[in-house]
Structure formats: structure tokens, C-alpha cells
């Protein structure tokens, strides 16, 4: 074992010698570009596995770049963002659920964002698309967490043509009230390419770019239905949102291309959970809300020309936490913060084919449903306590809260022989199911509890009420 691990090094000693892929430390920092796809499915792209729905941009930076089959992203939206723009864990930023519209609480503010360790690198930073980490109180929102320019949303759930949530009209830029037509994502990707066009030359851009497609309500405009007329109701809809995503995207690259920007642009493409239906999570088990896989893997990829290899998949475990350290030390910034981080650097694993850097990634949706990934082992804790969106369960007449999605408590799988999680191997793995419990333990053991917000005030609190604009 000991010279297996001596010839690895080696290895990477001469891969970072004589690599591109690891030679960015003594060129100028890349622009990064984060596409994050709202509600998108495991399987709905062409790249990984989807026959319906037609997604060539996306499919040809998948293959130009490296897919990641197991990027685990939490089960709903707000929770993935927390663990993207902090690099911590659930259990200790204390979104486990959605950031509903006026709730009064969000990311806390003690908490570093990816945002701000860039801008401290000396990034431009932008926001154009969904925010959903709180909205309550000016600390809270995008332009005081370290973006320099913020356009788009801050809710869920808004419609597509009229940009309302309820009541509310949910539309900003530079934090002020906008009013003004067309589609969402025609809208985000028009501002997203300006700011990559108009960029000061001078300095890298970190944009961030979170689509409210493909989440619902099922809305597009006519024309993206018309290649699906053979699929039917919300199916339909959605392909239909999923083609004006991905010629948004294409937008983006062309963008970059155009203004030289591309050789030196890091491009991740994620979905935020997995896909609820008509989303197509195949091969895997549940959608969104779940912590099975059909839950927490994402559809993902990365892309950087010349640093990381196209046509490859890796296997390897990770998590959306590890972006922050890992793009942080890509950037050049410091990762010295009074705030512990849960993620690791997964640049070797992305770039030299290193092994995962984690011995165990935490999914986590409340303190009775978490998962826990070992090697190819996954064990599911599944206390049946929370909703679709992470919330605690409403409570039947006697108090009792309704039955989770599966009736197994517990739960052991191999994932490299049973992607699906159809045979629980609990029982047949007892001293494997004790460790990973122990592990799992471990990691909750400091966990804080739904809704944590600076003033200690750790409960969900009752919204705010908000007039209409």
C-alpha cells in the first residue's frame, strides 16, 4: 500500500511539472462562470442520458470538458446554494430548507460567501438569476454579500412572463424594484452576457448565474414548443424551458468567445436537487426532496480548455462545498476565515485523475433524513420529518407526522452494483452499517438546528408581511 501511494505522488509530482492542467498558478486567474439549473433532472441533458429533450450547447462543453457523475448537491434549492456560497455543510449554516418569500431569516450573516472571498481576490462579481438566501433585511441580500452587481430574482417559484411571486413583484437590479418584460431566461442571459461583454479587462469576472428554469410553474414561449409535439402536458413544457436554457447558455459561451475570453474562462454547470416530475432522474431513485440519489446527484460538469481534459467522466465523490475552497485557491484568495470549511480542494481530482479527497460526503435534509457516502456505500437515515421543500411535515389531527417516502428508517446500498437503491443491505452488513452510523453521528453531533440566524433566534420565524410594489 505504502509504495502504491509513493508512486501516486510521484505521479502528481510530474503531472503538476509538466501538465497544463496544473500550471494556472503562475497564469492570470480565470474568469468563472456557474450555471446553476433550477430543478433540472439527473438525466434530462443529452450528455447524461436524456433522449427527449434536445441540449446541443450544453452538451458540447459537457464534452469539450469533464463530467462529474457524483456531484452531490442537497435535496432542495436554498440549501444548495448555502453549501455553494460558503462551503459548509447544512448542519452548520443552518439552511436545511427553503428561504420562503419575507421569511426573516437567510445565510447568516457571519458566514463568508464565495462571493466575498473572490472579490477579496481581486474578481468582479455578479449575480444575474435566483438569489433565495433571504431577502428579510438589506444585510442579506446579494450586494452585501460580495457580488458587485446583482440582477434578477430573490425568490422561488416566480412566473416566467410577469415576474410576480403571489402577490409581490420579485424582479431587481442593484437591489431596486424593476419593472420590465420578457422571459426570465431570455432576461438573465441577455444580462449575463452584457456584464462578460463590458467587463473591465483588467480584472477576472466570477459570475453566477443561477436560472429559475426548469422549476415550476411549466411556462415558455410557443416557438420552444413546437420540436415536442410528441410529448405531452408538463413534459412538454418543460423540454421546452430546458432548449431555452441551453440556447441561453450558448449565448453565454458565445459571448465569452467573442471577446477573446473563453481559453481562460472556467465554465461548472450543476443543477441545485434532483429533478421533481417530469424530470427524468434515470437511473436513480426519488427526485427532488429525497435523499436518495435521484435527491441529492447532480447533473454536472466542468469545462476550462487546456487545464481540464474534455470526453472524460469521473466517478469520484464530491460535493457542492468543495467549490469554495477549491475555486478560493484556483482564484488565489485566502481560505483563512473565522468560519470552519466542510469542503475540500478537488482540483487534483478534477485535473490529474486524484481519488475523491473525502472519506465520507454528508447529504443532509433535517436532523431525522441525512445520508451518508462512503467509498460506494451510501446509508440512509430516513426519520420521515420533513416535506418536498425540507420543511417539517404538517401533523395529522393526533400529532403524528406523516410517513416519509420510504417506509425503511434505515437503509444500506452499494452504489457501484445498486445505482437504484432497490436492496437494503443493512441486515447483511451490520459491523458496515454500525460504522457508517457512527459516522454519520459524528457529523451531526454539532449540528444546528432549522432556521439558525444571527441573533440565536434558532427557529424558523413566521414571515414578515410585505406590500406589493
Given amino acids: 500500500m505504502k509504495s502504491h501511494r509513493c508512486a501516486f505522488a510521484l505521479a502528481l509530482l510530474l503531472a503538476s511539472v509538466f501538465t497544463p492542467a496544473a500550471s494556472f498558478a503562475a497564469e492570470k486567474q480565470p474568469n468563472i462562470v456557474f450555471l446553476l439549473i433550477d430543478d433540472l433532472g439527473y438525466a434530462d441533458c443529452g450528455f447524461n442520458g436524456g433522449k427527449e429533450i434536445h441540449t446541443p450547447s450544453i452538451d ?12 452531490y448537491v442537497q435535496p432542495v434549492c436554498s440549501p444548495t446554494r448555502a453549501t455553494l456560497m460558503t462551503g459548509r455543510y447544512a448542519t452548520h449554516t443552518g439552511v436545511y430548507t427553503i428561504v420562503r418569500p419575507h421569511a426573516s431569516w437567510g445565510l ?18 455578479a449575480i444575474t438569476g435566483k438569489w433565495h438566501l433571504g431577502e428579510f433585511e438589506p444585510a442579506y441580500l446579494p450586494k452585501a454579500r460580495g457580488f458587485d452587481h446583482q440582477y434578477g430574482h430573490y425568490f422561488g417559484m416566480l412566473d416566467y412572463f410577469t415576474h410576480l411571486r403571489g402577490e409581490d413583484l420579485d424582479w431587481y437590479q442593484e437591489g431596486e424594484l424593476l419593472k420590465e418584460e420578457g422571459y426570465t431566461t431570455h432576461l438573465i442571459a441577455r444580462e449575463a452576457c452584457r456584464i462578460i461583454t463590458e467587463k473591465d479587462k483588467a480584472k477576472p469576472l466570477f459570475i453566477y448565474v443561477p436560472f429559475n428554469a426548469v422549476h415550476s410553474p411549466f411556462q415558455t414561449p410557443d416557438e420552444y414548443l413546437k420540436p415536442y409535439g410528441e410529448l405531452k402536458g408538463n413534459r412538454q413544457k418543460l423540454a421546452g424551458m430546458l432548449a431555452a436554457v441551453d440556447e441561453a447558455i450558448g449565448q453565454i459561451v458565445a459571448a465569452l468567445e467573442s471577446t477573446g475570453q473563453r481559453d481562460n474562462t472556467l465554465i461548472i454547470f450543476s443543477t441545485d436537487n434532483g429533478g421533481p416530475p417530469p424530470g427524468d432522474n434515470t437511473p436513480l431513485r426519488g427526485f427532488k426532496g429525497s435523499i436518495y440519489e435521484g435527491g441529492v446527484r447532480g447533473c454536472a460538469f466542468a469545462n476550462w480548455p487546456g487545464h481540464i481534459p474534455a470526453g472524460k467522466r469521473i ?9 469554495y475552497p477549491t475555486l478560493v485557491k484556483l482564484a488565489g484568495g485566502s481560505l483563512e476565515q473565522k468560519t470552519e470549511l466542510d469542503g475540500k480542494d478537488v482540483w487534483p481530482m478534477l485535473t490529474q485523475g486524484a481519488p475523491s479527497p473525502h472519506d465520507a460526503i454528508l447529504c443532509v435534509q433535517s436532523l431525522t433524513v441525512a445520508a451518508l457516502r462512503m467509498g460506494d456505500w ?22 403524528k407526522a406523516k410517513a416519509a417516502e420510504s417506509g425503511e428508517t434505515l437503509a444500506l446500498y452499494n452504489l457501484a452494483t445498486d445505482i437504484g437503491e432497490k436492496e437494503n443491505l443493512a441486515a447483511q452488513e451490520p459491523e458496515r452499517t454500525a460504522v457508517m452510523r457512527a459516522r454519520l453521528a459524528e457529523f451531526l453531533k454539532d449540528a444546528v438546528v432549522p432556521g439558525h440566524v444571527d441573533n440565536e433566534a434558532n427557529a424558523l420565524m413566521p414571515p414578515k408581511k410585505k406590500n406589493r410594489p
Avoid at 114 to 122: P, W
Avoid at 318 to 323: A, G, L
Avoid at 384 to 398: I, N
Fill in 378 to 399: 451510501k446509508l440512509v437515515m430516513n426519520g420521515g420529518t420533513t416535506d418536498s421543500e425540507g420543511a417539517p411535515k404538517a401533523r395529522g389531527k393526533k400529532g
Fill in 315 to 323: 466517478k469520484e465523490p464530491m460535493h457542492t462545498v468543495d467549490w
Fill in 60 to 71: 458540447k462543453l459537457a464534452a469539450e470538458g469533464t463530467v462529474l457523475d457524483s456531484l
Fill in 108 to 125: 447568516p450573516l457571519t458566514e463568508r460567501t464565495l462571493a466575498n472571498a473572490l472579490h477579496d481576490a481581486g474578481y468582479a462579481t
